[in-house]
């Protein structure tokens, strides 16, 4: 039977994980957002900007979030099995 690599034994790992996505997605956002005709994004309470700006603004980094999220923890559960010999589970 393969031992298995709890999720609380994860769960640091995980953290750090989660706060490095975190970090490296507010930066990818920021540069692709500089690239339209604003450099900074919109914030939602702002009047100046319309409604069409601030959701598109929102879906962009809400992409761009979910896709290093689960890059980053793919990677980290990747790492884990090549360390440890085993996938994390619950």
Do not use: C
């Amino acid at each position: 039977m393969a031992r298995r690599i709890s999720k609380s034994n994860y769960k640091p790992i995980g953290i750090v994980l989660g706060l490095a996505a975190g970090t490296l997605s507010g930066m990818v956002f920021q540069r692709v957002w500089a690239m339209t005709r604003h450099n900074v994004a919109p914030h939602p309470i702002d009047e100046d900007r319309g409604w069409g700006e601030v959701l598109l603004a929102a879906a962009m980094q809400g992409a761009i979030v979910a896709v290093i999220r689960a890059s980053i923890d793919r990677a980290g559960a990747t790492g884990v099995r090549k360390f440890t010999g085993h996938w994390p589970h619950d």
